[in-house]
């Protein structure tokens, strides 16, 4: 089918890239942007698993007033590691793990920019993950809540390591992050399919941009911050040492110059794949396509300019929560648009009623709602009572559950054909669905209640007869009919893996470049370089009468693999480098500065054995016949 | 598949499509960079929201030596300019000029960071430490996280000279030269903000 | 509230389309191809207009808002200041006007702004009084405001909203509003200096001497042990006419003879996490007697314990 050429190793026996292609050592040493993808995908479901024993444990305890399921620091250390994991380990990563996934393949791409960048980025980032869970084992988890607010994390507060497990997981795994998103931003940029012009791009791939330059500008001030709290625990520096005269309100600015990027971080990913699955099940393109990715551009450009909408009762006086109040209400602009827009496709489209349509439109309302609570609390007198109280939680609960996650189990019923070449059951996804939703809103909205009567949050336990008995009770409840509904989702994938490879390269009749490869895709993913002349390029060469346009010559493309495709060499020092970033933390950590320095001098000679490893891998040479 | 034995040398493969026709390294460091801009942005921060904040001395205007640091200061300018030439010699194919002027910028900034470590050194016996106030924490890390960058910055150069004697480089890898340069040069104007919102501005 | 009206038609709106569209617009054969429209130019703009629109009708009684409530103000003689301190997990109140300092407990007039001075000495807490006033955080080393008038005598229980770990969920407090002379009266009480230096009463007499030789002193203050002089240190919170207080432990318990004593004897019991410890050995035979005694003598303290405290002193 295709010719292969091996390319001409490097000098040293050391540096050799290996070559396995199946087994335990070529997950190891992959540099694959699907096989990446993947690892993403399961890390961030299995954070995600244990963030949801977190959650369902601290419903428990909220099921009564009084209850002793576990004790007030047990139980900090419980609904911390949930908001943590979450966020940092589990929403965000998969927005990232689809990406890696999808957008190659969005844009005709055959990998990432950088593909031992990609690796590095991941296994910083599950090593980091792995770190923070260690801390269970090792003397506590950090009990300071996700936002970590200085002072409560300095060493005279909180002496134990629960806080440098904290820190130190989530700043290395920040720079992973960090260097994914750089890699991302450049393969955006730079590896588009010829003709495939900016505003050609499906908008899952636009958003998964936009993501990404919000993660470069926004990881900065929290790694910024993690450092300092670092450099007081461990070197005692007096960054938030409140006896020096320091501002433990510092903190809260650059967490939340962080902080708030951050929940938009989280949510464009979903809306980008909100905008894949509407358009595809309702048979008609994107309604205003230009306005879509306007407004996610302005929605992040606005992201950083309303930090201090979480800060309303730190006394910053009426003027800057004038400000604030008002760029947060704008915010809410491109927003509507993008909701009104989603509508608008679904008017007067064809809908078939798969699940993840059904995902997508539970997404669209439960966001809404989130959203409109969203400028509730963002006016300062409003928020002054609803700071800090269940109506926050229950605020956050509908954009980033209802929202980010709902958009994400439609994107893995969506894609999961793709990735994997069978299909899941969709009957049994349907009664998933149902009762993950109605669980969902059976959970989070008597919280609003909740918060409005009065209820703060990180309280392990209320007073009994001040009328919070019914809400928390209903929650609670509302807590097993969602995880029902979870089960059944995990019971519905794990069969869809014994299902037949049957769906065929186009199951839903997508719209986009990765329906037009096979299920799963071949490890150089495009045979032939698709070239684009139209947005939805996919449909476009299926139906081109309804886009105007004539599809390309499939055969132009080859003209671009004329030196034969490039198929990057693994690579040991990805992992090799994370590790040793990892075990370097642990030695910092117990003050084992031995251990730290030989780590920090392998993670050197990782980089020069990176650097000096040379291009490895092979070029495919596809047959012109076979090809065309 | 059948895996051919002969295979082309590193620098003969094809140039891949790109959209922009930039490298994708070139593209990277912007990104980088845009993203550093934020990290020093948010020390500069912290550092001026602790301006005049310390309870003990030493304080800025006890310790600061202006003619000092404008020495280094200009040796790190200059040494923006030999990247200048070096970066024109290996697109030249000089090889020999290029590893002189590039020994010249990491020269240059080892030189300064000579300049920094007597600095400290002198403000340590002066009785500023990490640990004794805000002032303290604040400029050691700011110039301390600095000073790492461009320690950085001359092990990077110093291993594109050693790569000149392992490999045939030439124009054809200037872009790796580049990147460098662009580094060096924003490692450079970093400390032209540092020099002057933490230096200059004390004695205004 | 405005929000919340205005939220109806939004809600409605984007609901309504949603459904509309999902009945009408489910797909019946599966050849069928509906209009490729790319969007409307026109339907955008609209579409635009009306988030433009509301985020104004929402902005302006927002903004009028946060210029009525929080625009700092200089307390003035007519008002009454209080410096309020966050602690791990209790309230200090001091009143500089009147030289009087106490905890947990924040006694107001009704009808009067009251301005409280907002810090913290250790972590950040947030002062909360859900019926009186929007919640303000306590900061160490930032000087926050918040200030209010209330209207109705009566007792409002606050609450401590952010995160301060161990009894965070326990640092409740209780805001007593009592009408003007209620709260002269309640001034008066706490200024009179009241010399309890014995009493009658036994148990009283007991717990007096126990506070100092159980230790209790190490960390509380009570003003006039003996005459004219106040004892211990005043590290926690301030003891001085405690009998004036209604509650126990930051708002845990009511005061009562027993819960003092329950509190004295195995605070964190009471209280899981808090800083004061237990005096007694678990297996200690005298533990709940001398508790009691204590909590005897607490409870005597201020005006209308004390005055009896204080007549049987006089016959000494
Ligand atoms: C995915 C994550 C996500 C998203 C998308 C949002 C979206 C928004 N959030 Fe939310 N927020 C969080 C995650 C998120 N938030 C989290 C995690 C916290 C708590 C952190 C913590 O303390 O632990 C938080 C807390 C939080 C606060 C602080 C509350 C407090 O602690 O006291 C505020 C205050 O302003 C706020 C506001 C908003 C606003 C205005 C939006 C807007 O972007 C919403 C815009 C959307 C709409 C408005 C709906 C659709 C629009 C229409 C149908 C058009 C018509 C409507 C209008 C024009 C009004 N959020
Ligand atoms: C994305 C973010 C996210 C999500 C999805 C959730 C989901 C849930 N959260 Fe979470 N929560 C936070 C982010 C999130 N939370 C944050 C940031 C905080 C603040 C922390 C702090 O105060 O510092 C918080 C706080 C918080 C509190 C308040 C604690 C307190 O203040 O005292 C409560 C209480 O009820 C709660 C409950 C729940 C419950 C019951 C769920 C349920 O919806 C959970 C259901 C479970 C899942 C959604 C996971 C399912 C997936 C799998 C099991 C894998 C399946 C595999 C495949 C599909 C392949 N959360
Ligand atoms: Cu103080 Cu919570
Ligand atoms: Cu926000």
Redesign the pocket.
């Known amino acids: 089918m295709a010719s292969q050429t091996t390319l001409a190793p490097s000098a040293g026996k050391l540096l050799q890239r290996p070559t396995w292609t199946r087994g335990a050592m070529s997950w190891l040493t992959t540099v694959d942007h699907k096989r990446l993808g993947i690892l993403y995908i399961l890390s961030s ?1 299995a954070f ?2 244990l ?2 024993i977190e ?2 444990i ?2 428990l305890q ?1 099921l009564t007033p009084d209850m002793r399921v576990v004790n007030p620091d047990q ?1 900090n250390q419980l ?2 590691m ?2 943590v994991t ?2 940092f380990l ?2 965000m990563p998969l927005g990232i793990g689809l990406a890696n996934y999808f957008v190659p393949l969005q844009i005709g791409a055959r990998d990432l920019a950088f593909p031992r960048l990609n690796a590095f980025g991941y296994w910083i980032y599950s090593f980091g993950g792995l770190m923070i869970y260690t801390s269970i084992f090792l003397g506590g988890a950090p009990d300071v ?3 970590a607010y200085a002072p409560l994390t300095s060493l005279s507060h909180n002496p134990g390591l629960g806080v440098d497990f904290y820190m130190f997981g989530l700043f290395i795994s920040g720079i992973g992050t960090t260097a994914t998103a750089m890699n991302l931003i450049v393969t955006i940029v730079n590896m588009r399919a010829p003709g495939m012009t900016m505003m050609r791009l499906p908008v899952f791939t636009w958003m998964m941009m936009i993501t990404s330059f919000m993660i470069i500008f926004a990881f900065p001030p929290l790694t910024i911050a993690f450092l300092e709290v670092i450099l007081d625990r461990t070197f005692g520096t007096l960054f938030y040492v409140q006896e020096a005269g320091a501002l433990p309100i510092l903190w809260q600015h650059l967490f939340w110059i962080f902080g708030h990027p951050e929940v938009y971080i ?1 949510i464009l990913p979903a809306f980008g794949v909100i905008s894949e699955i509407i358009p595809t099940f309702s048979r008609k393109p994107l309604f205003g396509y230009p306005v879509m990715i306007l407004s996610g551009i302005m929605i992040a450009f606005m992201g950083f300019a309303v930090w201090t909408h979480h800060m309303f009762t730190t006394g910053l006086g009426p003027v800057v929560n004038t400000a604030f109040s008002i760029t947060s209400f704008i915010i809410g602009i491109p927003t509507g648009v993008k909701i009104f827009n989603w509508v608008g496709t679904l008017w007067g489209g064809s809908i078939r009623f798969t699940v993840p349509i059904l995902y997508a439109l539970a997404f669209l309302v439960t966001f809404t709602l989130g959203g409109i609570t969203g400028i509730m609390v963002a006016m300062p007198t409003f928020d002054a009572q609803a700071h800090d109280t ?1 109506f926050v ?1 229950a605020h ?2 509908y954009v ?2 209802g929202g ?2 709902m958009a994400f ?1 439609g994107a ?1 019923y969506y894609w999961f054909p793709k990735m994997t070449g069978r299909l899941i059951d969709e009957r049994l996804g349907k009664v998933a669905w149902f009762f993950t939703v109605l669980g ?1 809103h059976v ?2 909205f008597p ?1 609003h209640i909740a918060g409005l009567m009065g209820m703060p ?4 336990t209320y007073p009994a007869g001040i009328g919070l008995e019914t809400v928390n009770m209903v ?1 609670t409840i509302g ?1 097993w009919i ?2 029902v509904g ?1 089960i059944l ?2 019971i519905n ?1 794990i069969q869809g893996f014994r299902a037949p490879k049957n769906a065929g390269n186009d199951p839903w009749d997508g719209r986009t470049l990765e329906w037009s490869i096979p299920s799963p895709p071949p490890y150089y993913n495009f045979a032939v370089q698709p070239v684009v002349n139209s947005l939805d390029a996919h449909w476009a060469s299926k139906y081109p009468e309804t886009m105007h346009v004539t599809p390309p010559d499939p055969a132009e493309g080859r003209k671009y693999d004329a030196g034969g495709v490039h198929i990057p060499g693994q690579s040991w020092y990805p992992m090799v480098a994370a590790l040793a970033i990892t075990i370097g933390c642990y030695g910092l950590m117990y003050d084992n500065l031995v251990l730290a320095v030989i780590s920090g001098l392998s993670f050197i000679a990782c980089i020069f054995g990176w650097a000096f490893e040379g291009v490895g891998g092979h070029h495919l040479h596809f047959d012109t016949e076979e090809a065309a | 598949m059948s895996a051919q034995p002969a295979a082309p040398a590193a620098s003969e493969q094809p140039v891949p499509y790109r959209a922009t026709k930039l490298p994708d390294v070139k593209l990277l460091m912007w990104v980088f960079l845009a993203s550093d801009t934020m990290f020093f942005g948010s020390l500069i921060g912290t550092y001026l929201a602790y301006k005049d904040r310390s309870l003990v001395g030493p304080l800025p205007v006890d310790v600061f030596d202006i003619p000092l640091t404008t020495v280094s200061t200009f040796v790190l300018l200059m040494s923006s300019f030999l990247m200048v030439l070096s970066l024109h010699a290996i697109r030249q194919n000089d090889i020999p000029k290029f590893r002189l002027w590039t020994a010249g910028v990491a020269f240059f900034g080892s030189i300064f960071l000579g300049f920094q470590v007597y600095e400290f050194v002198h403000f340590v016996n002066a009785g500023l430490s990490i640990h004794q106030n805000l002032f303290g924490t604040t400029f050691f890390i700011l110039t301390g996280t600095h000073g790492v960058h461009v320690t950085v910055g001359v092990i990077w150069l110093v291993a594109l000279i050693m790569d000149s004697y392992l490999r045939p480089l030439g124009a054809k890898d200037s872009v790796y030269v580049e990147i460098a340069g662009l580094y060096w040069h924003f490692v450079d104007i970093v400390w032209i903000v540092i020099f002057t919102v933490v230096y200059l501005v004390e004695f205004v | 509230m405005w929000t919340y009206w205005l939220s109806w038609p939004v809600m409605i709106g984007v609901f309504g389309a949603i459904v509309y569209v999902i009945f009408r617009y489910r797909r019946r054969r599966d050849d069928e191809m509906p209009t490729q429209s790319h969007g409307n130019p026109a339907v955008e703009v609209i579409l635009t207009i009306i988030p433009v629109l509301i985020v104004i009708a929402v902005a302006i009684p927002t903004v009028r808002s946060i210029f009525a409530t929080q625009t700092y103000v200089e307390p003035t003689e007519d008002d009454v200041e209080v410096h309020v301190t966050g602690y791990q997990w209790w309230w200090k109140f001091e009143y500089p006007q009147y030289g009087i300092t106490t905890a947990n407990e924040l006694v107001i007039p009704q009808g009067k702004r009251v301005v409280l001075k907002l810090n913290s000495a250790d972590v950040v807490h947030a002062f909360w009084v859900p019926r009186l006033a929007g919640k303000v955080d306590l900061i160490p080393n930032q000087d926050n405001q918040l200030w209010f008038v209330a209207d109705e005598p009566g007792v409002y229980p606050g609450q401590c909203a952010e ?1 301060c770990l161990g009894a965070h969920a326990y640092m409740r407090f209780n805001v007593i509003v009592e009408d003007e002379g209620g709260f002269e009266e309640w001034v008066a009480a706490f200024q009179e200096p009241q010399v309890v230096s014995a009493s009658t009463d036994a148990l009283v007499a007991q717990g007096r001497q126990l506070l100092a030789t159980k230790g209790c002193i190490g960390c509380h203050t009570v003003d006039n042990y003996a005459e004219g002089m106040s004892f211990g240190q005043p590290i926690y919170p301030d003891l001085t006419n405690f009998g004036l207080r209604e509650s126990v432990g930051a708002n845990v318990l009511p005061a009562t003879l027993e819960n003092v004593a329950a509190w004295i004897a195995d605070p964190q019991a009471v209280k899981p996490g808090n800083y004061m410890p237990t005096l007694w050995q678990a297996d200690d035979p005298n533990r709940e007697q001398e508790a009691t005694a204590i909590a005897a003598y607490l409870l005597s303290l201020g005006a209308d314990g004390g005055a009896v405290a204080q007549a049987s002193a006089g016959g000494n």
């Not at chain 1, 949050?457 to 392990?460: K, P, V």
Request: hydrophobic share 70%; proline share 0%.
């Open positions: 479901f995600m698993g963030a949801a959650a369902f601290i419903r909220l139980f609904f911390t949930h908001g979450m966020v589990a929403i809540g996700w936002v989280i269940y939680v956050f609960h980033m559950g980010a996650l189990f893995v969902f959970l989070f919280q949050r990180r309280i392990q929650s807590s969602m995880g979870l989702i995990l994938v | 995160l």
